[in-house]
C-alpha cells in the first residue's frame, strides 16, 4: 500500500510543480533589456523538485510546465529547446546530485552546474532566431546565466530549509 501511495504523492506533486513552474514563468516573467527574453524563476523549482522529490518529478514537471508557458507566451516555436533545455538541465541535475549524494557540501554543486546545461541548450536557439548575428544570443546568454545563479542559490535555500525541518511528504530518494 505504501508503494502506491509514493506513486499517487509523485503524480500529485508532478502535477502541482508543472503548474506552479507554469505560472512562475508565464507571469512571474522579467523581460531582459532590448527584448532578449525573459528572467523566471522555473529553474529553480525544477532544480528543488529534482532533489526533494526525484529526477522524474523535476524533469517531467519542468519540462510540462516551461512548454505550456511558452505555448501561452506566443513562443510555440521555442518549445522544443525548452524542452531539451529543462529536460537536460533535470537530467545532468540528478545524475550529479545521486552521485555526489554521499558527499555533504560537494553535492550543492548540482545546483549550479545543471543551470548551465539549461543556458547552452537556449544558444542554438537564439542563433536561429536571431537576425543580428548573434549579438541577442550573446546578451540573452548573459542574462541566462544570472538566471542560472540565482535559480541555483534559491533552490539549494529551499532543499535545506526542507531538509533541515524534515518536511518529508515522500520517501526521501537516497
Known amino acids: ?3 502506491h501511495r509514493n506513486v499517487i504523492l509523485k503524480i500529485t506533486f508532478t502535477a502541482l510543480f508543472s503548474a ?3 505560472v512562475l514563468t508565464a507571469f512571474v516573467a522579467i523581460p531582459y533589456a532590448g527584448g532578449a527574453g525573459y ?3 522555473s529553474d529553480t523549482l525544477i532544480l528543488f523538485a529534482s532533489a526533494y522529490f ?3 518529478v523535476g524533469i517531467i514537471a519542468g519540462i510540462v510546465g516551461a512548454s505550456l508557458s511558452d505555448l501561452y507566451l506566443g513562443f510555440a516555436n521555442c518549445i522544443p529547446f525548452t524542452i ?3 529536460g537536460l538541465e533535470g537530467i545532468v541535475f540528478s545524475l550529479l546530485f545521486y552521485f555526489l549524494r554521499k558527499r555533504k557540501y560537494l ?3 548540482s545546483f549550479f552546474i545543471a543551470p548551465l546545461f539549461m543556458v547552452a541548450s537556449y544558444i542554438p536557439y537564439y542563433l536561429i532566431y536571431d537576425d543580428g548575428a548573434g549579438a541577442v544570443a550573446l546578451l540573452s546568454s548573459c542574462y541566462d546565466l544570472v538566471q542560472a545563479g540565482i535559480s541555483g542559490v534559491l533552490a539549494l535555500i529551499i532543499y535545506n530549509v526542507f531538509v533541515r525541518f524534515k518536511l518529508s511528504f515522500l520517501k526521501q530518494p537516497s
Open 54 to 56: 526525484g529526477p522524474e
Open 39 to 41: 528572467f523566471n524563476f
Open 107 to 109: 553535492k550543492n554543486i
Open 1 to 3: 500500500m505504501n508503494k
Open 20 to 22: 506552479l513552474i507554469f
Open 84 to 86: 531539451l533545455a529543462k
